[in-house]
């Protein structure tokens, strides 16, 4: 884990969520609360989940895909 420093405690203090780059290949990033990140992730596996997409019986169709 990162400590941020106290400049960067400033910055997350203001905009939110707060967007980083990476100034060696120009990536950006956004920092969210870990709580945030949570709820987050919830609602995706969920919508995954229900959509079916880890369902074993649809990996057939992944090679039809790859084929492409």
Not at 34 to 53: K, L, N, P, Q, S
Request: proline share 4%.
């Amino acid at each position: 884990m990162i400590e941020l420093t106290e400049e960067q405690l400033q910055a997350i203090n203001g905009e939110s969520p707060l967007r980083l780059l990476n100034p060696g290949t120009k990536e950006a990033y956004i920092l969210v609360r870990a709580d945030v990140y949570e709820r987050m992730r919830a609602v995706i596996d969920g919508a995954t989940r229900r959509a079916g997409w880890d369902d074993p019986k649809l990996d057939a169709y992944e090679q039809y895909r790859k084929q492409s």
